[in-house]
Structures are given as structure tokens and as C-alpha cells.
């Protein structure tokens, strides 16, 4: 087990250093819902060994910009970025080029 990214980003936002942890999805499977779910589930299987192995460190899950549009753009995305526990990377595969952090930091 391994997560796709460590880095350590600058925030503008907060002029400090910010660990952050990127598990990077590309959605290519055969249903885009079975791909959230197994992105949700290695999510959450992240986030909680993060915690106790290295809690100063930030998981974002990070999608191309398709995806979260097709997504998380809905009713059900919505739903999961309401009370802010999914942190995401949106970006643009092409430009390679990051669109959002969400929630907005």
C-alpha cells in the first residue's frame, strides 16, 4: 500500500508549510460509480492509517477535471463534499495543471 504523491505544497492562503499526502484516480474503469466508490474506500483506508503513522500529513484524492465535473457536480457529489471530510486535487491531465483544491484553501 502506497499513495501516489508525498510533497510539501505552500500554501498561499496560510504562508505556511502544509505535508499533504495524493492518492491520484483516473477514473477509467467501466462505471464511473464503481470508481468512486473504490476511490472512497482507499480514501478513508488512507486518511486512517495517515493518522496514526503520520498525522501531519494531509490526504487529498486528486481527479481529472471530467471526473469531478461528472461527479461531483451532482446531487450525490455534493452530498460528499458537504461536511468537508473529502479533500480533493481537481486537475487538468493535459495542461497538467491543478484546477481546485476543495475544499478552497
Known amino acids: 500500500m502506497y499513495i501516489d504523491l508525498g510533497a510539501s505544497q505552500l500554501l498561499a492562503a496560510q504562508r505556511q508549510e502544509c505535508k499533504i499526502a495524493v492518492k491520484v484516480k483516473t477514473?477509467?474503469?467501466?462505471?464511473?460509480?464503481?470508481?468512486?466508490?473504490?476511490?472512497?474506500?482507499?480514501?478513508?483506508?488512507?486518511?486512517?492509517?495517515?493518522?496514526?503513522?503520520?498525522?501531519?500529513?494531509?490526504?487529498?484524492?486528486?481527479?481529472?477535471t471530467w471526473a469531478y465535473e461528472s461527479l461531483f457536480e451532482e446531487p450525490l457529489g455534493q452530498l460528499l463534499l458537504k461536511n468537508q471530510r473529502l479533500r480533493l486535487i481537481v486537475f487538468d491531465p493535459e495542461q497538467e495543471a491543478i484546477e481546485q483544491w476543495l475544499p478552497t484553501i
Request: hydrophobic share 40%; no cysteine.
Open 27 to 64: 477514473f477509467t474503469g467501466r462505471s464511473e460509480l464503481d470508481d468512486l466508490e473504490k476511490a472512497l474506500g482507499q480514501y478513508v483506508l488512507y486518511f486512517d492509517v495517515l493518522v496514526e503513522l503520520e498525522p501531519e500529513q494531509t490526504l487529498y484524492l486528486a481527479l481529472p
